[in-house]
């Protein structure tokens, strides 16, 4: 059975710093990644990273995001620096197991406000 766990988030200022962490257990993944639902928007990648290490952002994020993983672990971080209000959402984990199946967190929320 395939679990993600995730941990980090919570309240910052514009220009602050947080870090996201994802831990999954249960398979092993291909892709891993966060994607982010704003209040009446759709759900949206974020950042992904394959299991060698190839990784997408979202145009939003470039420059100012992090993704890293330890495939060892299972593990998967989210560095997120120069935050700004529009970055406010929750934030989901995603994972892809050994049988193609997308898993999620249960998602964090990350509120950037002065």
């Known amino acids: 059975q395939v679990q993600v766990v995730e941990s980090g988030g919570g309240l910052v200022q514009p220009g602050g710093s947080l870090r996201l962490s994802c831990a999954a257990s249960?398979?092993?993944?291909?892709?891993m990644g966060w994607y982010r639902q704003a209040p009446g928007k759709e759900r949206e990648r974020v950042a992904t990273?394959?299991?060698?290490?190839?990784?997408i952002y979202a145009d939003s994020v470039k420059g100012r995001f992090t993704i890293s993983r330890d495939n060892a672990k299972n593990t998967i971080l989210l560095q997120m620096n120069s935050l700004k209000v529009e970055d406010t959402a929750v934030y989901y984990c995603?994972?892809?197991?050994?049988?193609?199946?997308?898993?999620w967190g249960q998602g964090t929320q990350v509120t950037v406000s002065s």
């Open positions: 995603y994972v892809v197991d050994s049988w193609r199946v997308g898993n």
């Open positions: 249960g398979s092993i993944f291909s892709t």
């Open positions: 990273m394959s299991r060698i290490g190839t990784t």
